[in-house]
Nanobody, 124 residues
Framework: QVQLVESGGGLVQAGGSLRLSCAASGRTFSSNTMGWFRQAPGKEREFVAAISWSGTATHYADSVQGRFTISRDNAKRTVYLQMNGLRPEDTAVYYC?????????????????WGQGTQVTVSS
């Protein structure tokens, strides 16, 4: 069993930045694809970014491409999401997740372990 704990959310003005962290404990972290998703009130959970086990491959949703950066530190068992140029439409609860498959995964159904989420609110 794996436990994922997100941190770093908060309230920020439009144009600002936040860095989310997700610490993993339990089963192997360094061999798993990790992803970030978000869910706004009344909307479905949507893909934000994913990173391969080695960190050499990344994939982003079109809505965050060029503004967000996903990274990982396998020694610290932590994955990060650097968010720059934040917009009000980025407001959501952000979740990190672990996938058992090796290739880039952008569907919620590709992930079987989830954190509890951290709130990000962007004011206009």
């Amino acid at each position: 069993q794996v436990q994922l704990v997100e941190s770093g959310g908060g309230l920020v003005q439009a144009g600002g930045s936040l860095r989310l962290s997700c610490a993993a404990s339990g089963r192997t972290f360094s061999s798993n694809t990790m992803g970030w998703f978000r869910q706004a009130p009344g909307k479905e959970r949507e893909f934000v970014a994913a990173i391969s086990w080695s960190g050499t491959a990344t994939h982003y949703a079109d809505s965050v491409q060029g503004r967000f950066t996903i990274s990982r530190d396998n020694a610290k068992r932590t994955v990060y999401l650097q968010m720059n140029g934040l917009r009000p439409e980025d407001t959501a609860v952000y979740y990190c997740a672990m996938s058992p498959i090796a290739t880039m995964a952008a569907s919620v159904y590709d992930y079987d372990d989830w954190g509890q989420g951290t709130q990000v609110t962007v004011s206009s």
